[in-house]
Each structure stands twice: as C-alpha cells, then as structure tokens.
C-alpha cells in the first residue's frame, strides 16, 4: 500500500524555522522524484519544491527560493522540507507528492501556522 505520512507542522512567529518531513512507504522511493505542495486558507493548493530521484536537482518556487531547501534520504525513505525565514504567507497545510506511473499520491498533510 502506498502510503505519504508528513509530519513536522506547526505554530512558528515570523522570521522562525520548521522542518517538515515525509515519510513514504509502498513503492521503490529512491527511483521517483518527490515535491512538497502548500494550500493556503481559502486558496488553491500550490507546487512548493521538486527534487530529482538521486537528489541531484532540486527546483522552488519564486516565492520560498532562498528560504526554503527540499532534501532527500534514500535510505529512509524520506523527503524533507528546511523553510527559514518564515513569513505569514507560508501559513498553509503543506502535502508531499509522488507521481507513481499516473497516479497522483498525496500525504494528508501537515498545517504550518506563521503568526505572532
């Protein structure tokens, strides 16, 4: 059964760190790429961050670059997400994803409150 469990979420003041991570399990890990996705309240859900099967190439959106690091343990089997800087607009319910031959997995998330 393929399963994507995140954990990590919470209550962070702006300018603070979380890290985020994903668990995954039923299917080969270390041959697939792997992306973090946010919803925000009341608003689409959005691509955050993609690194390659390896870990080699790693890709962000415009607004987290520089803030935020996707990583990788293919060991593990786990899919990391480092965010610094946090600011009010990263408050979101964060997903991690993987493309598994056409179908869409998803995790159930892990809600990333920013507010002081």
């Known amino acids: 059964q393929v399963q994507l469990v995140e954990s990590g979420g919470g209550l962070v003041q702006p300018g603070g760190s979380l890290r985020l991570s994903c668990a995954a399990s039923g299917f080969t890990f270390s041959v697939y790429a792997m992306s973090w996705y946010r919803q925000p309240p009341g608003k689409e859900r959005e691509w955050v961050a993609r690194?390659?099967?390896?870990?080699?190439?790693?890709n962000y959106a415009d607004s987290v670059k520089g803030r935020f690091t996707i990583s990788r343990d293919n060991v593990k089997n786990t899919v990391n997400l480092q965010m610094n800087s946090l600011k009010p607009e990263d408050t979101a319910v964060y997903y991690c994803n993987v493309q598994l031959n056409g179908r869409i997995i998803w995790g159930q998330g892990t809600q990333v409150t920013v507010s002081s």
């Open positions: 690194i390659s099967s390896g870990g080699l190439s790693r």
